[in-house]
């Protein structure tokens, strides 16, 4: 059983940076991969970006060159590092993991997750 537990959401301005943060409890040796995803209403959930246990990293292209995941394996712990921030941006992130070391886009192939983060991000 894994647990995950995000923190780190809020609201900011256009423009402005958040940091959201997920730790892994619980039976972490199976995680090959950690992952970002949001999902703002009426939308499906979308994969934001995600890291595997070799540090190859995985952006979508709406959040290239402003959004940066990193892991501490030692705290079995995630990062999302955004800058930038657009209103589009606005959404409720969740943190997933997997045991695919491929680090699927699919949202179905994660089978933990945390009870997510709200970013609201104001024009």
């Known amino acids: 059983q894994v647990q995950l537990v995000e923190s780190g959401g809020g609201s900011v301005q256009a423009g402005g940076s958040l940091r959201l943060s997920c730790a892994a409890f619980?039976?972490?040796?199976?995680?090959?991969?950690m992952g970002w995803f949001r999902q703002a209403p009426g939308n499906e959930r979308e994969g934001v970006a995600r890291?595997?246990?070799?540090?190859?990293?995985y952006y979508v292209d709406s959040v290239k060159g402003r959004f940066t995941i990193s892991q501490d394996n030692a705290k079995h712990t995630v990062y999302l590092e955004m800058n930038s921030l657009k209103p589009e941006d606005s959404a409720m992130y969740y943190c997933?993991?997997?045991?695919?070391?491929?680090?699927?886009?699919?949202?179905?192939?994660?089978?933990?997750w945390g009870r997510g983060t709200q970013v609201t991000v104001s024009s």
């Open positions: 619980g039976y972490t040796d199976g995680l090959d991969c």
């Open positions: 997933a993991a997997t045991s695919r070391p491929w680090c699927p886009v699919v949202a179905a192939e994660y089978n933990n």
């Open positions: 890291i595997n246990n070799g540090g190859s990293t």
